[in-house]
């Protein structure tokens, strides 16, 4: 069957990795109309809004999407970019990206961090009689991705309705209470149990289908207790339904300490909004780094699928492009499993797997160059290089 998919290139080198994302899917055999979607950087510029009512009318309509990066800067830098006419309007920037993964309640954002066999970029430790080692890294981060503290429930300088509610606080009258009002900035960590409970049940049926042995939440509900305490909570009365699927507890902090210890141990985990920022990026560092880096927003009827990394506004600017695809490609293979296509995805997979273990095309990270035009003179294959090669790897299955 034929889809229609949104394309949303975004900013920077959202556009490129996007593209060959788009020609691998093609090869593989996949059939689709990409009907393009305007989000980002440049329309904010524009017309003061980075995710435009026609770009939200087009996800509504076709439920599934492709993202390739956006840009996002600090509050009074997005203000002097805006168009003159627009810039004494009150227009506030807000992250296109959450305000979509909220519009849409696109609450599970799934952020695979596998291994793959011969990537140069693999975590390497150290093990016992001085050898080294390279543990088997297979975790897959399950991020609450529209509460807590990337919910936008925030203030500077707080009206009196919410001042007055903090003061009835002991702690917050106790120790904020003779800041002055205009110096005090408030951001809010709210989860609710029905959030809790769907990342909570969906990584348990991800850890069952897929064979993992167990799911761990990271939170830190020795300090923020209220929150972490309750996704803790839900996941202790939901555990008995999985038999043997087991249930770890780890601090944010603690975590990213054992990453470098013992990152094998791990398969699923959940975390809240920031700690599953933070934590996947780490597990991303330990398979290669962002550049290997894919995921998932997935709703009830939309799902939006983007690599993790940024839209390095740097790299956009070179002449012939060298940044490394194969996290949007992997993305793309996220989103032909959310429709279905397991044996397209799992071709494609295999395809990038062969490309790697080869170790033939190698981008400038792979290679541990500093980025620059000048690595394609060094070895480092291009972008399109890269899609070209795994391309080849499919047709030579």
């Known amino acids: 069957m034929k889809r229609t998919v949104i394309s949303m290139p975004g900013d920077g080198i959202g556009g490129v990795v996007l593209d060959e994302a788009i020609r ?3 090869a593989a055999g996949f059939e689709a109309d990409y009907v393009h979607a305007d989000i980002g950087w440049e329309f904010w510029k524009s017309e003061g809004n980075p995710l435009p009512q026609r770009t939200i009318d087009l996800l509504a309509k076709h439920k599934i999407a492709l993202f390739g990066a ?18 004494d309007k009150g227009l506030v920037y807000y992250s ?22 011969g990537n140069p970029l693999n975590f390497i430790r150290r093990g016992p009689g001085d050898t080294i080692e390279e543990p088997p890294v297979d975790a897959v981060i399950f991020r609450q991705n ?8 925030e203030w500077t300088n707080p009206p009196d309705d919410v001042y007055n509610a903090l003061m009835t606080h002991p702690k917050f009258s106790r120790n904020f209470g003779e800041v002055p009002r205009a110096e005090l900035a408030v951001s809010t960590r709210i989860f609710s149990r029905a959030a809790c409970t769907r ?40 555990v008995s339904e999985y038999e043997g ?14 990453l470098t210890k013992n990152p094998e141990d791990y398969g699923v985990l959940v975390s809240g909004n920031m700690f599953g920022d933070i934590v996947s990026d780490g597990f991303a560092g330990l398979v290669g780094g962002l550049g290997f880096a894919c995921s998932a927003n997935i709703g009830d009827e939309v799902a939006v699928f983007e690599p993790t990394h940024g839209s390095a506004p740097k ?16 993305t793309s293979c996220m989103m032909l499993d ?17 490309v790697i273990a080869d170790g033939n095309v190698r981008t400038y990270d792979m290679l541990k160059l500093r980025g620059c035009p000048e690595v394609l003179e060094q070895g480092a294959a291009s972008t399109r290089e890269m899609g070209d090669a795994i391309i080849a790897a499919l047709e030579g299955e």
């Open 24 to 26: 691998v899917l093609d």
């Open 70 to 87: 956006i840009t996002s800067k600090p509050k009074d830098k997005a203000v002097s970019d805006l168009a003159p006419e627009l810039r």
């Open 96 to 117: 296109p990206i959450v305000a979509m993964r909220q519009h849409f309640d696109l609450d599970i954002c799934i952020r695979p961090c596998k291994a793959f066999a």
């Open 146 to 153: 529209t509460e807590g503290l990337y919910g936008g429930v």
């Open 199 to 238: 990342i909570m049940r969906a990584a348990f049926e991800y850890a069952k289908e897929f064979g993992y042995r167990n799911v761990t939440i990271c939170e830190k509900p020795n300090v923020i207790r209220e929150t972490s305490g309750m996704m803790r909570e839900v996941g202790r009365e939901m």
């Open 245 to 258: 699927i087991d249930l770890w507890h780890t601090n944010i902090d603690a975590q990213m300490m054992w």
């Open 315 to 330: 790299y956009a600017e070179y002449d012939v492009s060298i940044v490394n695809p194969i996290a949007m490609v992997l």
């Open 338 to 354: 959310h429709i279905g296509e397991t044996a397209m995805a799992a071709r494609i997979r295999n395809a990038v797997e062969k």
